[in-house]
């Protein structure tokens, strides 16, 4: 978080990026910050995740940390990028296997989201970002669901006279609107350019260009034995900037469970989210020796690894509504993708399991 930037005042211009990293993320004021009745994510919040949609969702990836662990012959560490308040990791915690783990830890920027993880979790690690923990010293299991969502990106309009950058500007009443200008650096056409990517004339798209350098952070950091996991929504960017189907972006916001188109609108108090483009993650870990597996939707993973089974109940129309959600075809259990990828000895050992789970 830049604590020089400030919400923009009459006249005063802050590229996309700027603002979202203010409107999430500012100390005080941002989104993920504030102290509320129920965190952003969850029943009582804004919008559900899939770690907060039922416990069966940890008593799934307790499982495959158990399996990973046995196969590897080593307990494991298990870090979860972006732990809200920490529920995911709580559920987790009881249902874990004896010697499955040897260390848990926990990063997350909001201020108030640690507080919560170390007051309840004391026995896992948590810090802002992952140069804040230990390097591992053993297997590394990275979970990261709906992180890179939320990462700050720019954006973006095609106009005859080429690539513009739409900015955020106070009118003087102080509501704020799009206006657009130059782009802020010329990363932005550099970067379209380097997926190929040509826009047709009025699309609107977002560029996010911090992606690739976060996850090769992460993946550094992760080591040389390690599995990493990505929840999130998204696409290729083939598919990502089809004019056809996203002509003018993916960027909105959530408040109260129901969708924000004016993400302008009350700063602070609704989410802002844009699609993810995995080929920036794909190639971070080609880039740092991470092979990885094909995309896939998620309640296809969930299914293979034995979601239906674990919920306890003997047929698919008496599953709980929060695990119909994580599996259907027509909500999370598509739109959500999961990504692995892996390195070492722990990346052969998932490959083994996952093998084996497959038709």
Not at 210 to 239: I, K, M
Not at 262 to 282: R, Y
Request: net charge negative.
């Amino acid at each position: 978080m830049n604590d020089g930037l400030s919400f923009p005042t009459p006249g005063q211009r802050l590229t996309f990026a700027q603002y979202m990293e203010l409107a999430l993320y500012h100390p005080r004021w941002g989104y993920y910050s504030r102290s509320r009745e129920g965190y952003p994510a969850g029943p009582k919040g804004d919008f559900v995740t899939a770690p907060t949609a039922h416990p069966s969702f940890a008593a799934l990836w307790a499982e495959i940390l158990a399996a990973l662990a046995e196969r590897r012959g080593e307990a494991l560490i298990f870090v979860d990028l972006g732990a809200g308040d920490g529920s995911f990791l709580r559920h987790l915690v009881r249902f874990l296997h004896a010697g499955t783990t040897k260390r848990l830890m926990a990063v997350e920027v909001s201020p108030v989201g640690r507080d919560a993880v170390a007051s309840t979790l004391p026995e896992v690690e948590v810090a802002s970002c992952v140069a804040g923990l230990a390097s591992p010293s053993n297997p590394c299991l990275v979970f990261a669901s709906e992180l890179y969502d939320a990462l700050p990106c720019h954006l973006v309009e095609q106009r005859e006279e080429g690539l513009c950058e739409l900015f955020v500007e106070a009118t003087e009443n102080g509501t704020l609107q799009l206006v657009p200008g130059p782009p802020s650096t010329p990363q932005l056409q550099a970067y379209l350019a380097s997926h190929g990517v040509v826009l047709h004339v009025g699309q609107r798209a977002e560029v996010r260009l911090e992606a690739r350098n976060h996850h090769e952070q992460v993946l550094t950091w992760a080591g040389e034995d390690a599995v990493v996991f990505v929840l999130d929504y998204g696409y290729p960017a083939r598919s990502l900037y089809n004019a056809k189907a996203r002509r003018g972006g993916s960027l909105v916001g959530y408040r109260h469970h129901r969708l924000v188109t004016n993400v302008l609108s009350s700063p602070g108090e609704v989410d802002i989210t844009a699609h993810v483009n995995w080929d920036d993650l794909l190639l971070a870990g080609k880039g740092r020796g991470f092979e990885a597996l094909p995309v896939e939707p998620l309640g296809l993973f969930l299914t293979r690894w034995g979601l239906l089974r674990l919920s306890r109940l003997g047929d698919e129309a008496t599953l709980p509504w929060e695990v119909r959600a994580l599996v259907h075809p027509a909500g999370m259990g598509s739109d959500l993708k999961v990504l692995v990828q892996g390195k070492g000895a722990l990346w052969e050992c998932w490959q083994e399991l996952d093998e084996q789970r497959r038709p």
